[in-house]
DNA sequence: CTGAAAGCGCTAACAC
DNA sequence: GTGTTAGCGCTTTCAG
């Protein structure tokens, strides 16, 4: 039994105050200085100023909220935080971005649990938080219906919704989808699946960027069939199965880079040589697909750069300068590692390397 | 210019009692139910429930927690945040088991930015925190001073101080230093240096590292001399020269991962082998162990099960349970990659493979 | 210059 | 059962 260390109490203006013999009001202006309307002889601010030391005074932040109605502290929501030590780095860098500027300007950053979506916003807009940032927010209309009844300042990170109920970042993950068909078409591909895993039909960035390689393949004049979609569990996805029963695929693009490793992981349990037998391609390059074997091509996204700015414009938002923009679309890259290659057996030769028309 | 959403005004307590036609303890009693004293009818009860819906009542936890003198919200600090994109996914592990942990009892965790250590904890103690998890809490006269004079309810994660002002979470870095040198040694080096950053001087981590590391080296008998020290920039560390200027080091044992990471590429660029010429082993065994060419052997800490610890911990304490232990230790192990080999000039052959003594 | 006083929104005695 | 009341610690008008 540890003995209760003597937590000594806290003090509060009011004794500081009655320390130096003069009126709350007085330590208040000293203290914080801030209403024109006080002003105190420096004398007296001096004895305040040794009063509040030798009591060790600490203003109360509550106190001073509650007041001011500001806190100072906005909040990160992000989706299955229950994944982040899983691998992705993604959730790293983000978080990186929006703590280190919001720190530059003294906010502090909250890291909320995961809350239903149906009630998200309104329980948020308790008083505590100045603004949200919200990663993946999802376009559904009771979010929308959210949004716009609540006083809460909201950003949304990876997240391209139809409405403009608050700022969003993204970035263009279309663009992004469209490299990496560009890519594998290039190197002799044709029938290059999407992959995809049960339960994030929702997700923004999925959308888009399923979007963007639908988009890509009909660019290219390779028809879309429905068996180029594989999807899967997450956990385990039964890729040779898949495979067997939709013969020809000689690629695949996972929606993410957690999902494509395990693909890959189940592709070469079952045998395949990657990228031999099967080229895999990713979104989001991060240290991740350093860790490979072999190393994934992946879509980079400046992550980092996308979180400072939904910091900085949700700062903005609350400190009452409305942004400018309303929306900012980050171009991606693509980061050619060891896990895409010519297909093996080619097969149609003659379209090998020319991807292009016909 | 977008034209600032309306936002709708928030509801406050009084409203509701209005609406409803009662008082304001009714409505606090009917929604948020504690105190014994108060009944209300379940007819009057259904009216606050509704009206409460009606005007979308939010309760405003600001006012709550000046009352209660409960934030039901933990901070977290962590010194150099700004490597946390850097590689090392340490961070991601500490911060998934300390939310983990704090989610599942409806705490929220505020990530702090990083502050010096002569106001840390006095500065926390503003009332907007019920405790902090303190990372690295360095073991100084100052802190201690604080720990004793702040009513903030504090444990430290990976620290180990001589005082036993607050719960201490940390892993078994001596022990985790002996297998180490055990591993070098059973390998046939003699030679095994010791490296660490300009600036971590303070680390808590650090120092019993070292010293496990000292220990083991007298436990196999091997004289310590100034030299095995290598100390040099984490950001470039010069390899090559200490090399040069210390004949005969075949191994090199890092302080953390990172670091063993940089001394890796440095080496390798000096045209250096590892582990042929030289072997490397780190502390902290994550995925970006496997990042690295070739993979690097390091001593895993169960950091994930330490941080849910010490969010237990905290809680305990602020609730008023003190905790049964002061302090926990948690084991660790070495994975062994590929980094680490026999060395290839083997200096004393009948040392080899006969470690322990002599 | 200075201090009294009115709250910010909520809880919990306490009296009825 | 129910409402009145006294704060939590701070900021800020406003009258002196």
């Known amino acids: 039994m540890m003995n209760r260390i003597e937590k000594p109490a806290t003090t509060t203006m009011k004794e500081v105050a009655q320390e130096a013999g003069v009126s709350i009001a007085a330590v208040s202006k000293v203290l914080h200085g801030?209403?024109?309307?006080?002003?105190?002889?420096?004398?007296?601010?001096?004895?305040?100023?040794e009063a509040a030391k030798k009591l060790r005074y600490q203003p109360n932040g509550l106190a001073r909220s509650l007041?001011?109605?500001?806190?100072?502290t906005i909040g990160l929501i992000w989706e299955n935080m229950a994944d982040i030590g899983d691998?992705?780095?993604?959730?790293?860098?983000?978080?990186?971005?929006?703590?280190?500027?919001?720190?530059?300007?003294?906010?502090?950053?909250?890291?909320?649990?995961?809350?239903?979506?149906?009630?998200?916003?309104?329980?948020?807009?308790?008083?505590?938080?100045?603004?949200?940032?919200?990663?993946?927010?999802?376009?559904?209309?009771?979010?929308?219906?959210?949004?716009?009844?609540?006083?809460?300042?909201?950003?949304?990170?990876?997240?391209?919704?139809?409405?403009?109920?608050?700022?969003?970042?993204?970035c263009d993950n279309e663009h992004g989808s469209g490299l990496v068909v560009d890519h594998l078409v290039e190197l002799g591909h044709r029938n290059i699946a999407f992959a995809q895993d049960w339960g994030s039909e929702d997700t923004p960035?999925?959308?888009?960027?399923?979007?963007?390689?639908?988009?890509?393949?009909?660019?290219?004049?390779?028809?879309?069939?429905?068996?180029?979609?594989?999807?899967?569990?997450?956990?385990?996805?039964?890729?040779?199965?898949?495979?067997?029963?939709?013969?020809?695929?000689?690629?695949?693009?996972?929606?993410?880079?957690?999902?494509?490793?395990?693909?890959?992981a189940s592709a070469q349990d079952a045998g395949y040589q990657i990228p031999r037998d099967l080229s895999i391609v990713g979104f989001d390059s991060t240290l991740y697909c350093d860790t490979l074997s072999p190393k994934l091509t992946a879509i980079r996204q400046p992550i980092r750069e996308m979180a400072q700015a939904a910091a900085r414009t949700l700062m903005d938002l609350i400190e009452?300068?409305?942004?400018?923009?309303?929306?900012?679309?980050?171009?991606?890259?693509?980061?050619?590692?060891?896990?895409?290659?010519?297909?093996?057996?080619?097969r149609a030769p003659e379209s090998q390397r020319r991807g292009n028309l016909l």
């Open 205 to 264: 960035d999925l959308i888009t960027r399923y979007d963007g390689y639908r988009k890509a393949l009909q660019r290219h004049e390779i028809p879309f069939t429905e068996n180029l979609l594989f999807r899967c569990d997450k956990h385990k996805p039964e890729v040779e199965g898949w495979l067997t029963r939709n013969q020809g695929i000689t690629a695949i693009y996972a929606w993410y880079e957690g999902l494509a490793g395990k693909i890959m």
């Open 34 to 49: 801030k209403g024109p309307n006080i002003r105190v002889s420096e004398a007296r601010a001096e004895v305040i100023r």
């Open 320 to 346: 009452g300068q409305a942004p400018d923009k309303t929306s900012y679309i980050f171009p991606c890259t693509l980061d050619v590692r060891e896990s895409s290659s010519h297909p093996a057996h080619s």
């Open 67 to 72: 007041r001011m109605s500001r806190t100072h």
């Open 87 to 170: 691998g992705p780095l993604y959730y790293m860098y983000l978080l990186d971005g929006v703590a280190s500027e919001l720190f530059r300007k003294h906010y502090r950053l909250t890291i909320l649990p995961e809350i239903p979506h149906s009630s998200t916003i309104s329980s948020l807009s308790d008083g505590r938080l100045d603004g949200v940032i919200w990663c993946k927010m999802p376009d559904l209309p009771g979010i929308r219906d959210q949004l716009s009844h609540s006083s809460l300042n909201v950003v949304g990170l990876n997240t391209q919704a139809t409405h403009s109920l608050c700022p969003m970042i993204t």
